[in-house]
């Protein structure tokens, strides 16, 4: 079998070669963010997100550390920090996946089927058992809000946050927390 560097390389190039916009980070190819778009047919479609992924010295033996760059409301992904709880990624990753099965089956899945018995987002896994409507447009919300191309790029405006922050002010314990810019 290749080398674990090897191995990396090849990954990353796949990646790169498909139809995901990959930037890397720091010129190297441990660091880099992933511009992905929701599944067709789920809450999540309109959105864009940027996914920042770390590649452990050790991978493919090591799962990649994989994150969300702007906000998302869903059960499984930690609000604030962007953490995502995916077994697949976390417990029960297999050198046989690659950096491909991450963008196109196990985030896509992660989107299509939530699990709120297993919650890094408390809040959302409430939601979507106790008002499954509510939760739907929450979801739609923060898409609206913070999953747009530009939001994936980075180039989301203060002046539009703070716009949305004090004409919601009933809402203001819901949606905590900016990304600073």
Known sequence: ??????????DVMKLMMSDYVVETINDGINEFNVEFHGPKESLYEVGVWKIRVELPDAYPYKSPSIGFMNKIYHPNVDELSGS??????????????????????????????????????????????????????????????????????????????SDDRSASSEEEDDVTGHADP
């Open 1 to 10: 079998m290749s080398s674990p560097s090897k191995r990396r390389d090849m």
């Open 84 to 161: 995502v709880c995916l077994d697949v990624i976390n417990q029960s990753w297999s050198p046989m996946f690659d950096l491909l099965n991450v963008f196109e089956v196990f985030l896509p899945q992660l989107l299509l089927y939530p699990n709120p018995s297993d919650p890094l987002n408390g809040d959302a896994a409430s939601l979507m058992m106790k008002d499954p409507k509510q939760y739907e447009q929450k979801v739609k919300e923060y898409c609206e809000r913070y999953a747009k191309k530009t939001d994936a790029a980075g180039e989301n405006s203060d002046e539009e946050l």
